[in-house]
């Protein structure tokens, strides 16, 4: 998935501290950085209550009230999902949204813990999915395209094929990965698997626990409706067996799903591609520097010991 710290505008986007007319405006006292990523999430406090302060590129993350909207429908069903404090502020750099701070802190497990935390996740995924399906919201995000749709734009091939010409190394699995996933859904036009919206990131650090209970999921930035397998990509990632292990024990998952996993998968390697390739090797930025796609390449080279036991399940040549 394409970082989105790449391109946000502003000194507060870029990952400098918290704006400090964003803190007048709410009267809020800034705190430090949150995330991975180096720009986006604050904490800040107000009266000794917690916050949290996002700002929200909407280049970067197209139609973003979806985001709260499907937060909400979440939390009206019990799950403790982040909820907006105040309006959102529409600003010529973006929107900042400031949320109550949810308790409680992200679990690292240590290694000897991974596949049992890997398994629990798996399990509340398949949860959380029943949840989402009951949500009711049937409409695609703003920006968002299903899988086959993505794979089969001619502007994806196009500037892969410019990227190729830059980064043979990485352009060339990229493309034969296009090919490949635009082929198997060309094979599969009509694919019966369940869908609902999704989280998008549904990882160990979006999950926060307190006193052993789930307390919060964070981080609805790719939420959008689609297959619910597509929700593996980031939290199953190519290999964590024991997530799909997990949510077939909550939600048995069909043969259709089984094979529709690695495809959903390697679709989602390629959102927000087109608009990243086209940005760099378009005439306007001639001479910046070719972008890395090292990431998704790596990923794509992952190997799943389960799925490679399962019948018709597509794979990748090279």
């Known amino acids: 998935m394409v970082d989105a710290a790449t391109s946000t505008t502003g000194d507060a986007a870029r990952g400098g501290g918290l704006d400090p007319e964003v803190c007048a405006h709410w009267r809020l006292t800034p705190g430090p950085a949150l995330g991975h990523r180096a720009s986006g999430t604050w904490a800040a406090t107000r009266e000794?209550?917690?916050?949290?302060?996002?700002?929200?590129?909407?280049?970067?993350?197209?139609?973003?009230?979806?985001?709260l909207r499907v937060a909400a429908a979440l939390r009206a069903q019990g799950w403790p999902t982040p909820e907006p404090a105040e309006e959102p502020w529409i600003r010529p750099d973006g929107a900042w949204v400031l949320f109550h701070r949810l308790p409680g802190r992200s679990m690292t497990p240590a290694d000897g813990d991974r596949s049992a935390e890997a398994r629990a996740r798996g399990r509340l995924l398949a949860e959380f999915h029943a949840s989402a399906a009951a949500t009711g919201i049937v409409d695609q995000r703003g920006g968002f395209a299903d899988?086959?749709?993505?794979?089969?734009?001619?502007?994806?091939?196009?500037?892969?094929?410019?990227?190729?010409?830059?980064?043979?190394?990485?352009?060339r699995p990229l493309r034969a990965c296009r090919d490949a996933t635009a082929a198997w859904f060309a094979d599969n036009p009509v694919?019966?698997?369940?869908?609902?919206?999704?989280?998008?990131?549904?990882?160990?650090?979006?999950?926060?626990?307190?006193?052993?209970?789930?307390?919060?999921?964070?981080?609805?930035?790719?939420?959008?409706?689609?297959?619910?397998?597509?929700?593996?990509?980031?939290?199953?990632r190519g290999y964590q067996d024991d997530v799909l292990r997990g949510y077939d024990e909550v939600r048995r998952l069909s043969d259709v799903e089984w094979r529709l996993v690695r495809p959903a998968f390697w679709a989602w390697m390629?959102?927000?591609?087109?608009?990243?390739?086209?940005?760099?090797?378009?005439?306007?930025?001639?001479?910046?520097?070719?972008p890395t796609l090292e990431w998704q390449v790596r990923h794509l080279r992952l190997h799943s010991p389960l799925l490679a036991t399962k019948a018709g399940v597509p794979t990748l040549n090279g």
Not at 150 to 165: A, G, K, Q, T
Not at 215 to 231: I, M, N, R
Not at 273 to 290: N, Q, V, W
């Open 48 to 67: 000794k209550a917690a916050f949290v302060v996002k700002h929200v590129d909407p280049r970067i993350f197209p139609d973003w009230p979806y985001t």
């Open 147 to 171: 899988p086959a749709e993505l794979v089969s734009d001619p502007l994806l091939d196009h500037w892969l094929r410019v990227h190729e010409r830059y980064r043979p190394d990485e352009g």
């Open 191 to 236: 694919v019966d698997a369940p869908r609902s919206v999704i989280h998008g990131d549904f990882t160990p650090w979006n999950l926060l626990f307190d006193g052993g209970r789930l307390s919060g999921v964070v981080d609805f930035e790719a939420t959008h409706h689609t297959y619910q397998v597509a929700d593996f990509a980031l939290s199953w």
């Open 270 to 290: 390629f959102i927000g591609l087109t608009d990243l390739l086209a940005a760099r090797y378009g005439d306007a930025r001639r001479d910046a520097a070719p």
